[in-house]
């Protein structure tokens, strides 16, 4: 499980299904961490974001011919982080989490 900006995102249904019983609140999605980037879904398993390896946190849009168009965005299952500082430890948090080594250039 990775949190960012308080909310949860769940790797599987069983990790989803747990949140609903325990204290801290239910997922807010989903997480599928790749090789280079960890992709966010709603729950309904739509894409709404990515990590990539160089600690950038981009919303997904999807456009009218059906790819992704990914940008500098509030995801809004997300929200707006308080700071800029917290952003980037819950996204150093979520790379770390997953064996992602994060690329400085």
């Known amino acids: 499980m990775i949190i960012l900006n308080g909310k949860k995102f769940a790797l599987n249904n069983k990790e989803f299904t747990e949140s609903v019983f325990t204290a801290g609140g239910t997922c807010t999605g989903y997480y ?8 966010l879904y709603d729950t309904t398993k739509k894409l709404i974001g990515v990590i990539t390896n160089r600690g950038v946190l981009a919303k997904a849009t999807i456009q009218e011919n059906k790819k992704y168009w990914y ?17 980037t430890s819950d996204i150093n948090n979520a790379l770390e989490d997953n064996n992602i080594i994060k690329k400085y250039r």
């Not at 940008?71 to 952003?87: L, V």
């Open 71 to 87: 940008s500098y965005g509030t995801i809004k299952e997300i929200g707006e982080f308080a700071s800029y500082s917290i952003m």
């Open 32 to 39: 599928k961490p790749l090789k280079k980037q960890i992709k």
